[in-house]
């Protein structure tokens, strides 16, 4: 991939202190650099983030903060019920941090036992290249309410897989 000359990073975000954040110099990013990231984006941007939220049904909503030659930031968000396939990231090592609202994620590197795990606001994880995964907002009834996620990769543009289960991730 040629490099990219200059950050591309989303207007309503734009900020000599956010361009700092995302080191466009940073070749890759470690699964804990990537894990800081997200959450210092979590918890320091949480307004500006909330401003930029949106909900959309049946398809989730998703709006690309940043990609550097190194990164790319995705803001997601969930209603009740809204989910992934199972999938991995090409390769890319991943994070996320949630935002607000809680979402379950179901994970599995290859031959491990498959993990589950609900995030709260604030909570994240950074995880490696060869780990496949779900994620949804499993609210249902009177406590269901949307969550909002922040995600980075690296390195960035590789193509999704999808699985029919992670029973395939071997
Ligand atoms: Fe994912």
Known sequence: M?????PDVHPGLDSPLFRDLVLAERPLWTPTQLRDLTSTLANTYAATLQELVRYTEPDRWWTRL???????IW??????????RPHDHGGAAGSFSVLHGEVVEEHR??????????????????FGGDRAHLMRNAGVGGEARPAATVHAY??????TREYQSLEEVR
């Not at 040629?2 to 200059?6: D, G, K, N």
């Not at 803001?75 to 992934?84: A, I, K, N, S």
């Open 2 to 6: 040629t490099p990219l000359a200059q």
């Open 66 to 72: 940043a990609l550097t030659r190194g990164v790319e």
């Open 75 to 84: 803001l997601l968000t969930w209603l009740p019920g809204q989910g992934t």
């Open 109 to 126: 590197y290859p031959g491990a036992p498959i993990g589950v795990r609900t995030f709260r606001t604030g909570q994240g994880i950074g």
């Open 154 to 159: 690296s390195p960035p543009l590789l193509p």
